[in-house]
T-cell receptor, first 112, second 114 residues
């Protein structure tokens, strides 16, 4: 089955700096990679996703890159703001049924 | 609110009691997923439905757990004879399409077993 590893587990940056979170997956057949943001006590919120037919996707200050050969994908946040502080999870589908396997999360702290 | 909803939001129960949670997915989403999340971890898959059919169950779903989606709309998750290890956030998500497309999560039900 799919296995997803996420690094780092914690990340602290100054407001305005960039943040990068990396994930690796094991199943070369995986074709969809979402990123979720979870604030304390709230639901995981889908912030961006990428499908295996593209290498990069951007949405304002966030972007995701995918390297299918190396089986890793990364979340990039530019011009970080204090409201970006949260736990971020990457995920990949397990098999063809769509259930997601999540990484262990990265706690991002943006210091003003 | 057209998002995924879950009830109750919090449940405190004594060990050995049965509990039932409800999830209402986004209208017309045919796929519904249940996940469990413990502190400091990512969500872990429990089971999923396509319409009313339960198509996959995780090994995490012991025989004390049962889920239903009788009319292909809302779903219930029941835990019988609760144990302290069942304490967690139970999350529901729904997805609109056949493939592994975007899943939208509900606010979760936080279960505390004392």
């Amino acid at each position: 089955g799919e296995n997803v590893e996420q690094h780092p587990s914690t990340l602290s940056v100054q407001e305005g700096d960039s943040a990068v979170i990396k994930c690796t997956y094991s199943d070369s057949a995986s074709n969809y990679f979402p990123w979720y943001k979870q604030e304390l006590g709230k639901r995981p919120q889908l912030i961006i996703d990428i499908r295996s037919n593209v290498g990069e996707k951007k949405d304002q200050r966030i972007a995701v890159t995918l390297n299918k050969t190396a089986k890793h994908f990364s979340l990039h946040i530019t011009e970080t703001q204090p409201e970006d502080s949260a736990v971020y999870f990457c995920a990949a589908p397990s098999g063809s049924q769509g259930n997601l396997i999540f990484g262990k999360g990265t706690k991002l702290s943006v210091k003003p | 609110d057209t998002g995924v909803s879950q009830n109750p939001r919090h449940k405190i129960t004594k060990r050995g009691q049965n509990v039932t949670f409800r999830c209402d997915p986004i209208s017309e989403h045919n796929r519904l997923y249940w996940y469990r999340q413990t502190l400091g971890q990512g969500p872990e898959f429990l089971t999923y439905f396509q319409n009313e059919a339960q198509l996959e169950k995780s090994r995490l779903l012991s025989d004390r757990f049962s889920a239903e989606r009788p009319k292909g709309s809302f779903s219930t998750l029941e835990i019988q004879r609760t144990e302290q290890g069942d304490s967690a956030m139970y999350l529901c998500a729904s997805s609109p399409q056949q493939g592994p497309y975007e899943q939208y999560f509900g606010p979760g039900t936080r279960l505390t077993v004392t």
